[in-house]
């Protein structure tokens, strides 16, 4: 049986995913790049780097950081890779009443679509914390909270050495990796771990592509797993 994919925590009615334009070969390895907490002065780098190597990415962004950056915000809304919410301003958004989570979600999705007319599709949610009310705040919006199976720990880790053993180690087939495009040490290792990605056969997706073959989500509350085994083949 293959290994996971990853999880994927679902609040939504049934979401349009299959938007990838690319094409993926689902008979190789694949897994989703996405980088939490920017748009910063390290982004533009990181979209070249994926230009580069033919990869694409989800950049979920902080609502209250892409008009600072709002050069960054075009290249990737220009480039074939995703937006999508980080929250507004990385609040623990389960220690906030309903309403201040409705909002500050809402404000980071509306953001979103003032400034690159796209809708987000996708959350993750701040510190990975979620409760009841943040699976109704997306159910709501339209958006379908999604979490990692690959920390890179870059936020931790201090060396580029040190984020490409950590991805590299616990690799598995349809991981979602997690990194942040606000650490220069995070940029620098993508300059050896997307090659290397690539030389173990590996596509590198945005999240939207790692799901636009999985047949839709449901509209039901509750976790998914996603097993690339049961993804149908093209
Ligand atoms: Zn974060």
Redesign the pocket.
């Known amino acids: 049986m293959k290994k996971w994919i990853a999880w994927l925590l679902v609040c939504c009615m049934w979401l349009p995913v299959c938007t990838a334009e690319r094409e993926i070969d689902w008979s190789k390895p694949i897994v989703a790049l996405t980088f939490?907490?920017g748009p910063s002065e390290y982004t533009p780098r990181v979209l070249e780097l994926l230009e580069q190597y033919g990869c694409t990415a989800t950049f979920?962004m902080?609502g209250n950081r892409m008009s600072h950056y709002s050069d960054a915000v075009r290249l990737v809304a220009e480039s074939e890779n995703e937006i999508a919410s980080?929250?507004w301003d990385?609040a623990n958004l389960v220690t906030l009443s309903y309403q201040d989570m409705l909002e500050n979600v809402l404000m980071s999705k509306n953001k979103i679509k003032t400034m690159t007319g796209r809708d987000a599709q996708f959350l993750?949610a701040?510190?990975g914390m979620n409760n009841k009310d943040l699976f109704t705040v997306c159910g709501k919006l339209d958006l379908v909270l999604v979490h990692w199976s690959n920390d890179s720990m870059d936020?931790d880790v201090k060396t580029p050495e040190e984020v490409y053993e950590r991805v590299l180690n616990q690799l598995q087939n349809g991981d979602i990796i997690l990194c942040?495009d606000t650490y220069e040490h995070t940029v620098i290792a993508l300059e050896t771990l997307l090659p290397e990605l690539i030389n173990r056969g590996y596509q590198v997706v945005s999240v939207a592509e790692l799901l636009s073959n999985c047949g839709g989500i449901s509209n039901r509350l509750r976790y998914f797993k996603l097993d690339l085994s049961k993804v149908p083949q093209q």
Do not use: A, N
Request: proline residues 8%; aromatic residues 24%; hydrophobic residues 25%.
């Open positions: 939490d907490d979920f902080l980080h929250s990385h993750r701040p510190y936020w942040h």
